[in-house]
């Protein structure tokens, strides 16, 4: 068992190197945290977990990950621990197991912490502790969060995605009542200070522990990955499984517009257009000239670029016309 040390706050860097040790590296524990960012499912649809304005607005990064399970928000106050272990097939998923050091740490500090439902640590019957785990050959990567002193209102707002506009197949997020470990603890400490007390105790657990720094050899590779996968639209909005998108935009000069879409691995297959606007020409060359662009807004913008959209909806502007697609 290594325990890696980690001190990168760049969320694609880090589940990145997730990854990385999971698949070069191998039995191991990690803690490590991420500037804020909104980490999703592998088997989730991005657009329908988010709150795409207020991810736009405070430019907070979105990253998809390994593991399966819902939507969560990190910040520097949330502390994530990894485990990564080696065993035969059959024995490798044990949420119990891989959580029961945390919940040992909390009791120790006499917080009545417990484990709950499938895969949820509660305090008091609200949730500060997410888990999912991920098989790769005899490896089972374990990781979760551990809500210390994040910031409950940058979390609620967002994760608080419109349910209306999507429909599709994808894995949902389950809203839960959420707290903060440093709500109930006794004399106060820094999320390091928890940090280093959660470590000592893995190497009480593991006597033939040993630390480990990532090189600049793992540096590399790590890189690689974000460069080729994990900073990428295609893995962290394109993955998304297939749905239909409908909004409907209420606009102050072009009345209301709706938008019924169909994506199929992040591309538009189609989109209908209806509402009350009125327009010069026939709104199907928009509808034509959308079908099979990727549904992210860059790729929107560069195939309306040679259109004038007032021609199609009076006194709409580019940036109101785009609001309508996400």
């Avoid at 068992?1 to 969320?11: A, Y």
């Avoid at 959660?198 to 593991?206: A, E, T």
């Avoid at 006597?207 to 900073?231: F, T």
Wanted: glycine share 6%.
């Amino acid at each position: 068992m290594l325990i890696i040390k980690r001190h990168n706050t760049d969320p694609y860097f880090n589940l990145a190197t997730e990854e990385y040790v999971l698949k070069e590296i191998g039995d191991s524990f990690m803690l490590w945290r991420n500037s804020p960012c909104i980490i999703v499912g592998k088997h989730q649809n991005t657009l329908a977990e988010i709150n795409i304005d207020y991810i736009k607005y405070n430019n907070i990064p979105v990253v998809r990950r390994l593991s399966g399970g819902g939507a969560v928000f990190h910040d520097l106050g949330n502390l994530n621990f990894t485990f990564i272990q080696s065993g035969k097939a059959d024995l490798l998923v044990d949420f119990r197991k891989f959580t029961s050091p945390i919940l040992d740490v909390l009791q120790e500090m006499g917080i009545n912490a417990r484990f709950e439902g499938r895969n949820d640590l509660t305090i008091g019957g609200k949730k500060f502790s997410g888990n999912a785990e991920h098989i790769w050959k005899n490896r089972v990567l374990h990781h979760g969060t551990l809500l210390f002193s994040s910031k409950m209102t940058d979390l609620s707002q967002a994760l608080n995605a419109d349910p209306v506009k999507f429909r599709d197949k994808a894995v949902k997020s389950v809203k839960s009542r959420v707290t903060n470990i440093s709500e109930h603890m006794k004399s106060p400490m820094d999320v390091t200070e928890f940090a280093d007390l959660i470590q000592d105790h893995i190497v009480k657990l593991y006597p033939d522990a040993g630390y480990y720094e990532l090189n600049d050899n793992d540096h590399e590779k790590i890189n690689e990955l974000v460069r080729n996968k994990y900073s990428t639209w295609e893995w962290n909005f394109g993955y998304s499984p297939n749905y239909n998108f409908k909004k409907i935009l209420r606009t102050t000069g072009s009345g209301t517009i709706e938008f019924d879409m169909d994506v199929q691995n992040g591309t538009i297959l189609n989109v209908k257009i209806f509402g009350d606007y009125f327009s010069r020409f026939d709104t199907e060359e928009i509808e034509k000239a959308l079908a099979g662009v990727t549904h992210e807004e860059i790729s929107i913008r560069k195939a309306l670029a040679g259109f004038n959209l007032n021609d199609y909806f009076a006194n709409l502007e580019m940036d109101e016309f785009i609001q309508g697609l996400f």
